[in-house]
């Protein structure tokens, strides 16, 4: 059995489909799935059971799971970077993923787990997947900082060698309609593009930047879910491994390739970038993917224009989900 925590979000019901697609069935969804339309990524997902999180946490704590796991792939958090309640991110984020390796290592269960580029900050040190320079980050946000938290955790406690954290970069794609705020810039945009048929986008207060310009590593995330699966099969590979494309893009190149999918003309209107988003802005990231490549990955990744094309064209202009 395979348990997919955060098995109804984003990535997570990602990696349900294409572990479907790989011929697995014997899943195990663990989430919560409130009040918005977070259940509409299921429907067309093959698994055995959904375990409420909460019930979920409470039987590994007893150990009281009563049939064999092969892994358990952890992409259960809250992901919002602007969320306030710091105590709810240390619970959430990372006491419950503290739980879930001892639980692993413990019982010879392969773990996976949802680190994030928000632990590299404003990137002035750098985006290198190395364990060795974890003490010198430093975060943005409070969602980038418990993520940080369990991953220094795990380095003292010398279980990185044992276990595999993932960095995704800016992941992009289906599924992630529910996601209010913390959606992509691609959902977004299509949204703006439909409505006014014109895209806003920041102005830059960095002079090395033009408007329009601060660059992101963006990712699509059937590539995200491939890198990450690469880990499930290959299980003498463990430590931290960015997750991204290894190419650094301006939001105006993602935005062209938007209208290009959709066959309008290019629209942009630039604004003010929001008060509280100024001394927390990042103007570049980059995912250094030299290490996933030395752990064998090789399948090519989407560029971006490819990745929004299949996105727009046969997921939001269809408004279809992965698995329907």
Do not use: C
Not at 38 to 48: D, E, I, T, Y
Not at 153 to 158: G, I, P, T, V
């Amino acid at each position: 059995m395979i348990i997919v925590t955060g098995g109804a979000g984003f990535i997570g019901s990602a990696i349900v489909w294409r572990l479907n697609s790989l011929g697995y069935e014997q899943i195990i969804i663990v989430d919560e799935l409130g009040t918005n339309d977070k259940w509409k990524n299921l429907v067309g997902l093959k698994f055995q059971e959904f375990i409420h999180k909460d019930n979920f946490i409470s039987l590994v704590i007893e150990d009281s799971i009563d049939f064999p796991v092969e892994a358990i792939i952890h992409m259960g958090a809250n992901s919002s970077t602007t969320e306030k309640d710091a105590d709810h991110l240390f619970s959430n984020n990372y006491l419950y993923t503290q739980e879930l390796a001892k639980y692993s290592l413990s019982k010879n269960i392969r773990f996976i787990y949802a680190s994030s580029a928000a632990t590299y900050g404003d990137g002035s040190l750098g985006f290198d997947d190395d364990e060795s320079k974890l003490e010198t980050l430093r975060p943005l946000n409070m969602y980038g900082y418990s993520k940080h938290l369990f991953d220094l955790w795990a380095k003292r406690n010398n279980i990185l060698d044992k276990i595999v954290g993932i960095k995704y970069f800016n992941v992009y794609g289906p599924n992630e309609y529910h996601k209010g705020e913390m959606r992509s810039v691609v959902h977004k945009a299509f949204e703006q593009v439909r409505d006014t048929g014109k895209v806003r986008l920041f102005k830059s207060l960095n002079p090395k930047y033009k408007d329009g310009e601060q660059m992101r590593d963006f990712i699509y995330v059937k590539d995200a879910v491939d890198m990450t699966l690469h880990f499930l099969e290959n299980k003498d590979k463990n430590g931290l491994y960015n997750v991204g494309s290894g190419v650094a893009r301006t939001w105006i190149d993602l935005v062209k390739a938007l209208f290009n999918a959709l066959e309008k003309p290019v629209n942009i209107e630039f604004i003010d970038l929001p008060e509280q988003l100024k001394e927390k802005y990042q103007y570049f990231t980059e995912a250094n993917l030299s290490k996933i490549k030395s752990a064998g990955y090789k399948k090519e990744i989407n560029s971006l224009e490819t990745g929004i094309s299949d996105y727009v064209k046969n997921y939001l202009l269809k408004n279809q989900y992965l698995g329907y």
